[in-house]
């Protein structure tokens, strides 16, 4: 197994929304923000080359939406799915199978791209997409709360393709999947949220999406006001935390432009972040 980390661009979230009640002047001391109290944010997936397949672990927003929706996140920089997996020597066509973390449109957006007749379809051709099928559901029926963040045209197409794969199961670890890794569902961000567990080089390393989006949510309390279920997200997080620390797990994390990859230490203060690298410098 290879791994190898996909930027897939830049963006930037509302401070306040990203950390719920926790005071500006505590999670700025991490997550600066501007003058419009926006903090930057990107879109970091995971290329899992294993044998013959090449799995993509989510993709980013894409670029399909128009200037109106794009304003409210300020894009910044001038990373891209595409250009990235160039720079690993891979294209979209290679890639056999995409997993979703969840179907939020920062996720799952650039699976979907509209072609020169402005219809929409599948950007990877050649993969099969998975996610859960509780948060499937979850995602195409969607609450009041989410429904701004599940875009039709980011996943029904998906299903139309042809191309979808559901997985199932309630277990905190799902192991031994169709994947060949396990996986660790979280319900409080969202139904069934499910963050792959990798054995590599002898490390484990977990894909933490928006369970610990950057490294500045690692104290407990921290909790984005996007989360359906802020007191579950309280226990999975504090569970999760203790798991990752005796086991000695490395966390990548998906929207962390600062940080890529970390381990972490206890302190008086809890769990907290203890060095940050990068996969290459890593391993």
Known sequence: MELHSIACGNF???????????PKALWERTNPADTKNRIRMCSRSLLIEEGR???????????????????HYDRWGTDNLDQSLRE???????????????????HCGDAIIRNANGTLEPSFK??????????WRWATQPNAREKASFLPENIL?????GQLQLLNGNDFILENTALDFDIILVNGHTEKQMLPLLKYK???????????????????????SYDTRPLLSLKEKNRFLKLAYKEDFLLFLEHDPYNE?????????GIRLNEKHTLSSFF
């Open 12 to 22: 930037k979230l509302d401070g306040g929304a990203m950390f719920g009640v926790v």
């Open 53 to 71: 397949r090449l799995i993509l672990i989510d993709t980013g927003m894409g670029n399909k939406q128009n200037e109106k929706f794009f304003s």
């Open 88 to 106: 690993k020597g891979f294209h979209r066509d290679d890639i056999t199978d995409v997993f979703f973390t969840h179907l939020h449109f920062d």
């Open 126 to 135: 050649n993969a099969v997409f998975w996610t859960h099928e509780d948060h």
């Open 157 to 161: 197409p998906i299903k139309e393709s």
């Open 202 to 224: 002898n490390k484990t390393i977990v894909f933490t999406a928006d369970l610990i989006p950057t490294a500045g949510h690692l104290p407990v309390s921290y909790v984005m």
């Open 261 to 269: 990859l970390i381990n972490l230490q206890l302190t008086d203060r």
